[in-house]
């Protein structure tokens, strides 16, 4: 299984930046998805999940400010991040193989990309 994470960037306050992960060895149309992010000295906190058919979740973090999506046909997951802050600056990662727990815990997903670096600057 591969995943592999795009879209990050440097952006300021404000700005809006879309984040994109591609997954390949899975049946992408049955797998529930997830955002998580670290950022330096802190631990890896869920952002946001999508289950296979579309329900999604959010971190308070997020609520209001990001959209996640999917598209089944391109094996696509998105994280729309609009009205960024510095607070948001973090390593970007996207997760599959959900086996079971909080879906907003990182040790819940079997697999993870490399990660993709968002920086919001003030």
């Known amino acids: 299984v591969q995943v592999v994470e795009s879209g990050g960037g440097l952006v300021q306050a404000g700005g809006s930046l879309r984040l994109f992960c591609a997954i390949s060895?899975?049946?992408?149309?049955?797998?529930?998805m997830a955002w998580f992010r670290q950022a330096p000295g802190k631990e890896r906190e869920g952002v946001a999940r999508?289950?296979?058919?579309?329900?999604?979740r959010y971190a308070d973090s997020g609520k209001g400010r990001f959209t996640i999506s999917r598209d089944n046909a391109k094996n696509t997951l998105s994280l729309q991040m609009n009205n960024l802050k510095p607070e948001d600056t973090a390593m970007y990662y996207c997760?599959?193989?959900?086996?079971?727990?909080?879906?907003?815990?990182?040790?819940?997903?079997?697999?993870w990309g490399q990660g993709t670096q968002v920086t919001v600057s003030s």
């Open positions: 997760a599959a193989g959900f086996r079971g727990g909080d879906s907003l815990d990182p040790s819940s997903y079997r697999y």
């Open positions: 060895g899975l049946r992408f149309g049955d797998v529930a």
């Open positions: 999508s289950t296979s058919s579309g329900d999604t």
